[in-house]
């Protein structure tokens, strides 16, 4: 997408004249792939207002090109990253302040920064390229689709083959595998299997409890393609469902839907996040859910905007973001249902499709 590519480097470019700095070197591989293309594992990027200039290692000479092209000036550097930019900036006899990623540079590195790099001024910078990153482009959109269906299709695959006698590891492995076969490049976070009292733990582990019949499963977990990420989880039960089963799921899944359908661009994070929140206090099980509303989608699993109660900001249009309200009681089990939603000039469109009503497994 070189055309965005430019787009990107010039709207930060600009971004450096606001913060009176003359360059800004990025340590985020995320935001360094946001802005070039590049997905390698090592690299700096220089962005001044007059060029990009990227340094990798010999690793990735041959993908660095074809990633790159003609969007940055490539060095390949054969000591180190942090060699090859003090060469370069010494070439530079313009810059004299710079900018980092203060969110991003560990602390060995920012020891460079005093020690190697002493002759330069240093300004610490946060969100440059995340601010620019929030509002996707069509491509984006498209390719968190693509992510999307890679993910709710390997949930269709999976399905079938959960029995009771598995243990939540096993189930683990048979969902990462379909979404291997799927096309996923790589999983945006490892799975969550949860089952029986143990789905009641938002970000519990996959463990070696054995599914039993009457169980919860909670599946929480993502796809990957041409880096950009799916999130999504569904709730299932094992059997039978009871009564109450029915009742708290019937109450995620209408949360579920009213802040799908209602949330907006200008809204608040916490506008957004009560849409689902104050339903479910109505229904009495408000202490049942503690975490926020969801978050933003992308490049990484998790990525701004949030929507969340203390979050006073407004969601900008364009922006993908999760949707999964759940009710948790310890002892008893829990709930969560997550989609992907994208906030276009149009309303909200969903792009994980994938039934919502309640699916009894095994």
């Keep these: 997408m070189p055309d965005q590519r430019r787009r990107r480097l010039a709207s930060l470019a600009a971004r450096l004249g606001e913060e009176k700095i003359d360059g800004l070197i990025l340590t985020s591989l995320s935001n360094i792939r ?19 200039r990227l340094i990798t290692d010999f690793r990735y000479e041959t993908q660095v090109a074809d990633e790159v092209g003609d969007i940055a000036r490539v060095r390949i550097e054969p000591v180190s990253l942090w060699v090859g930019l003090w060469a370069l900036l010494r070439k530079m006899q313009s810059i004299e302040v710079l900018g980092f990623e203060s969110a991003h540079l560990i602390h060995r590195d920012f020891q460079r920064l005093l020690s190697d790099g002493s002759r330069w001024q240093w300004r610490p910078q946060l969100d440059l390229v995340e601010h620019l990153r929030e509002s996707k482009d069509e491509d984006e959109v498209a390719l968190i689709s693509e992510a999307a269906r890679i993910a709710t299709s390997a949930l269709a695959s999976v399905l079938p083959r959960i029995r009771v006698g598995l243990t939540e590891l096993q189930v683990a492995g048979v969902l990462e595998k379909a979404l291997r076969d799927e096309g996923s490049e790589d999983a945006p976070f490892p799975p969550i299997v949860a089952s029986g009292p143990r789905s009641a733990l938002p970000h519990a582990r996959p463990s070696s409890r054995t599914i039993q019949r009457g169980d919860l499963l909670l599946l929480d977990f993502g796809a990957q393609h041409r880096g950009y990420c799916s999130d999504i989880t569904r709730t299932f039960v094992v059997g039978m469902p009871t009564a109450e089963q029915r009742d708290v799921y019937a109450i995620v899944r209408d949360a579920n839907h009213i802040a799908s359908a209602s949330v907006r661009p200008g809204m608040t994070g916490k506008a957004a996040d009560a849409l689902a929140r104050s339903y479910i206090e109505r229904q009495g099980y408000g202490d049942g859910f503690g975490h926020s509303l969801g978050h933003g989608l992308g490049l990484e699993v998790h990525e701004a905007p949030r929507l969340a109660r203390t979050v006073e900001a407004a ?12 009710i948790y009681r310890p002892g008893w089990g829990g709930v969560r249902i997550e989609d992907d939603v994208h906030l276009s000039a149009n309303g909200p469109q969903m792009l994980t499709n994938f039934s919502r009503e309640l699916i009894e497994v095994a």
Excluded at 34 to 52: I, M, Q
Excluded at 315 to 326: M, N
């Design 34 to 52: 946001y802005l070039t293309g590049f997905s390698g594992s090592s690299a700096l990027l220089l962005v001044t207002p007059a060029e990009a």
């Design 315 to 326: 969601l900008r249009q364009g922006v993908v973001v999760t949707i999964e309200p759940g």
